[in-house]
């Protein structure tokens, strides 16, 4: 499990209009929005009737491109809490060589929203945030410091070879950052073939951290 912030759609509630159902024998519905973001519909005869607010979850929509796919809301699901929780609960009744091995790695972000919000010290919050996810049956916490370091040498590497590059190809630069997912879908979904090629190649540090535990950490178990 990955505790992450994107900084790519720093909003506050996420919202959209509700989709207003036609009735046989009517017209179309017209829609106002008010400056306060509220929505209205306007029926035939003129007369106004306040619709609630549709809340998108991120089960619901992953970018402001569109509805995300299955496929995708699948893989959200996998990375719920609700998920984790469940796994954790498992390995509490299950024996010893039928449990999961739980590991979860935090980034620097999300430990700096933390100790923000709870007025502490980094280290402290590190700290207590790693007591309590032990507690709760979690073995093994990682901090995404280390797997950065990873993703920055990597993109170094990277802008130097497209950098000797741009006199033969003309996509080489600019190079665009890789690292936040909601940016990476909304250039995907909204530009796709236009601004792919400028985006780096390099895996996020949240990637690179999830391909240290699943290949190196797990072959030490």
Known sequence: MMLEKCSFCNKGECIKPVKVEKKPGKAGAKIRIEADGSYFQIDQDGGAQKLEKAK??????????????????????????????????FNKTAAPNEQKLVV????????????ARCQMG????????????????????????????????ESQREFVKRFRKQSEDKKA???????CPGWICYAEKTHGSFIIPYISTTKSPQQVM?????????EQQ
Request: proline letters at 2%; one cysteine or more.
């Open 56 to 89: 998108i979850t991120l089960n619901d929509c992953l970018a402001c491109s569109g509805c995300i796919t299955s496929a995708e809301s699948v893989l959200i699901t996998q990375q719920s809490h609700e998920e984790l929780c469940k796994v954790l609960t």
């Open 104 to 115: 979860v790695s935090v980034s620097p972000q999300s430990r700096a929203s933390l100790a």
């Open 122 to 153: 980094i280290l402290e919050t590190a700290k207590k945030l790693t007591a309590f996810l032990k507690s709760l049956g979690v073995h093994y916490v990682f901090d995404t410091t280390f797997s950065r370091n990873f993703s920055l040498l």
């Open 173 to 179: 630069l600019p190079m665009l950052a890789s690292a």
């Open 210 to 218: 999830g391909s240290l535990v699943k290949g190196r950490f797990a």
